[in-house]
């Protein structure tokens, strides 16, 4: 016997829902065959609302019993919610683990294929520092001002000289670029010194000492990162990359 599901879901000329696409799609991986219910205009959206006292759509329903919008269909299914929910990690491990990838491929290229040799080198260890300093630049000067406004609120130079906030990102960029094109040691390793030392100061001082619940503004302004264990890392690894440089 099939299971069926009733969906309604806005699509209009201006806008189609995507958790409607979403719910939809869900529904037939579950095997239901699914009556798919069209809003086509905000007015009929809105007076679908009103009749069955609902605030959004996507709206399923099974066995003529409402389930509700996406979230509450993934729940029926017992699947967790599609957001992450509070805190995550996820933005800057993924940045870490591609950069590392990355930093492997540009290995095995310039060994021709002799994998052993040159993906457990230094070298391929600095390219994925660099990379990843290059990267999480990139996710702050996405939106500087959004940076800036949660930098400011753990880091010690930052909260006494507010436009080093504005100027760290570029300084990140400039090592960890720097690093991958060869630049001379003392061009490139004080930059990564100075901003790794103070930011791991800064990071023990307000996790680990005044014990602040803090978000990392490592990854960008707008991400739900906790500061803690892996924004010192990332301070870490530009000290050690700056010492590395002075040594090779």
């Given at each position: 016997?099939?299971?069926?599901?009733?969906l309604?879901?806005?699509?209009?000329?201006?806008?189609?829902c995507?958790?409607?696409?979403?719910?939809?799609?869900?529904?037939?991986r579950?095997?239901?065959?699914?009556?798919?219910?069209?809003?086509?205009?905000?007015?009929?959206?809105?007076?679908?609302k009103?009749?069955?006292?609902?605030?959004?759509?996507?709206?399923?329903?099974?066995?003529?019993?409402?389930?509700?919008?996406?979230?509450?269909?993934?729940?029926?299914?017992?699947?967790?919610?599609?957001?992450?929910?509070?805190?995550t990690y996820?933005?800057?491990t993924?940045?870490?683990?591609?950069?590392?990838v990355?930093?492997?491929?540009?290995?095995?290229?310039?060994?021709?294929?002799?994998?052993?040799?040159?993906?457990?080198?230094?070298?391929?260890?600095?390219?994925?520092?660099?990379?990843?300093?290059?990267?999480?630049?990139?996710?702050?000067?996405?939106?500087?001002?959004?940076?800036?406004?949660?930098?400011?609120?753990y880091?010690?130079?930052?909260?006494?000289?507010?436009?080093?906030?504005?100027v760290?990102?570029f300084?990140?960029?400039?090592?960890?670029?720097?690093?991958?094109?060869?630049?001379?040691?003392w061009?490139?390793?004080?930059?990564?010194?100075?901003i790794?030392?103070?930011?791991?100061?800064?990071?023990?001082?307000?996790?680990?000492?005044?014990?602040?619940?803090?978000?990392?503004?490592?990854?960008?302004?707008?991400?739900n990162?906790?500061?803690?264990?892996?924004?010192?890392?990332?301070?870490l690894?530009?000290?050690a990359?700056?010492?590395?440089?002075?040594?090779?």
């Amino acid at each position: 016997m099939s299971k069926t599901a009733s969906l309604y879901r806005m699509v209009t000329p201006e806008h189609i829902c995507p958790f409607g696409l979403k719910s939809k799609d869900l529904l037939e991986r579950k095997g239901f065959e699914v009556q798919d219910h069209t809003l086509t205009t905000r007015e009929e959206a809105d007076a679908f609302k009103a009749k069955h006292d609902v605030e959004t759509t996507p709206q399923t329903f099974i066995d003529n019993e409402r389930v509700g919008g996406y979230d509450e269909l993934r729940s029926y299914f017992g699947k967790p919610p599609a957001a992450p929910q509070g805190k995550t990690y996820t933005p800057v491990t993924s940045i870490f683990a591609m950069a590392f990838v990355l930093a492997i491929a540009f290995s095995y290229h310039v060994g021709q294929g002799a994998v052993m040799q040159n993906i457990f080198s230094m070298r391929t260890l600095e390219v994925f520092v660099a990379l990843s300093m290059s990267v999480l630049a990139v996710q702050k000067l996405r939106d500087l001002n959004s940076f800036s406004n949660q930098f400011i609120t753990y880091d010690l130079f930052a909260m006494k000289v507010v436009r080093y906030a504005y100027v760290y990102p570029f300084a990140e960029a400039f090592a960890g670029i720097g690093m991958i094109a060869g630049l001379p040691a003392w061009l490139v390793a004080p930059v990564s010194l100075f901003i790794g030392t103070v930011g791991a100061v800064s990071v023990i001082k307000a996790v680990y000492i005044d014990k602040r619940d803090l978000k990392c503004a490592c990854a960008g302004g707008d991400t739900n990162v906790p500061l803690g264990f892996v924004s010192l890392t990332e301070n870490l690894f530009m000290i050690a990359a700056g010492i590395w440089m002075f040594v090779r």
